[in-house]
C-alpha cells in the first residue's frame, strides 16, 4: 500500500543532490544572514527591495539598503565593485518582490540569492528589526 508520500517514487540521491545545491546556490534564510551580520563582516550587500520609504523606515532588516526593484539598474548596481553578491528579501512568502529583484540582477549577470521568509521570516524567528532611514546593524 502506499500513501501520497510514496506514490511518487523519491529522486535517486543523485538527483536530489543536484536540486537542493541549485536551490541553496540561489536561496539563503534568515538565520544565516542573522548569524553572518552579527559577526560584522558580511560578504554580501542586503537588498530590502520592496515598499516605501515610510515602510523601510518603520521597520527592515538590520543591514539592509532600501533598493526597491523597480528601481534595480545597471546604473544603480555600478555602485558596488563587480562580483559582489546581493542578498534580496521581500515582505514574505505572500510577496515576488525579491524573485523579481534576482530576476532582475541575474539578468545584469550579477550574483544573487533571495533570503527566503523575508520579513515574516525574519520576525518568525524572532530577530530583531531596525528602524529609520539608516540600515542599521545587527549587533552580536
Request: proline share 8%; net charge negative.
Amino acid at each position: 500500500m502506499t500513501s501520497y508520500v510514496t506514490d511518487i517514487p523519491a529522486a535517486s540521491p543523485e538527483i536530489a543532490r543536484d536540486h537542493f545545491l541549485g536551490r541553496l546556490s540561489v536561496e539563503t534564510d534568515c538565520s544565516d544572514v542573522a548569524a553572518t551580520l552579527r559577526a560584522g563582516e558580511p560578504d554580501f550587500v542586503l537588498l530590502h527591495v520592496v515598499g516605501s520609504p515610510d515602510a523601510y523606515e518603520r521597520r527592515h532588516v538590520p543591514g539592509a539598503l532600501h533598493l526597491p526593484h523597480r528601481e534595480i539598474s545597471a546604473e544603480r548596481m555600478a555602485e558596488w565593485p563587480a562580483g559582489t553578491l546581493f542578498v534580496v528579501y521581500c515582505a514574505g512568502p505572500h510577496c515576488n518582490g525579491a524573485d523579481r529583484a534576482a530576476f532582475k540582477l541575474a539578468s545584469l549577470g550579477l550574483p544573487v540569492k533571495i533570503m527566503i521568509g523575508g520579513i515574516t521570516g525574519w520576525q518568525d524567528e524572532e530577530l530583531p528589526f531596525a528602524s529609520g532611514k539608516e540600515p542599521g546593524a545587527l549587533r552580536a
